[in-house]
């Protein structure tokens, strides 16, 4: 027997295959972020993507990092800099 509670799913009223191919990038988009693998990798279908999905998919992954820990690693790096090297990244530092 099932002890999970049946949730009414909402109808999705799609009209064209534009709406649908949007629906299904949005699915493989937050497959993405979860596991980081499209649809196909899955065992699903994945749809064809233009360079422009494409890219803001990769962007959007580039962008998934954690600061807390960016800052530690930093911080951690800039102490076995030589002093040339400090020198640099501190002028660096200062200019933007």
């Given at each position: 027997?099932?002890?999970h509670p049946?949730?009414?799913?909402?109808?999705?009223?799609?009209?064209?295959?534009?709406?649908?191919?949007?629906?299904?990038?949005?699915?493989?988009?937050?497959?993405?972020?979860?596991?980081?693998?499209?649809?196909?990798?899955?065992?699903?279908?994945?749809?064809?993507?233009?360079?422009?999905?494409?890219?803001?998919?990769?962007?959007?992954?580039?962008?998934?990092?954690?600061?807390?820990?960016?800052?530690?690693?930093?911080?951690?790096?800039?102490?076995?800099?030589?002093?040339?090297?400090?020198?640099?990244?501190?002028?660096?530092?200062?200019?933007?």
């Amino acid at each position: 027997m099932n002890s999970h509670p049946v949730r009414a799913v909402p109808s999705l009223a799609l009209s064209s295959p534009t709406e649908i191919r949007s629906l299904v990038i949005s699915l493989e988009d937050v497959c993405m972020s979860i596991n980081n693998k499209i649809l196909n990798q899955l065992g699903l279908f994945s749809p064809e993507r233009d360079r422009n999905d494409v890219i803001d998919r990769d962007v959007l992954q580039e962008k998934q990092y954690d600061v807390d820990a960016l800052q530690v690693y930093v911080e951690t790096q800039k102490r076995l800099l030589t002093n040339d090297q400090r020198l640099a990244y501190d002028l660096r530092s200062y200019n933007t």
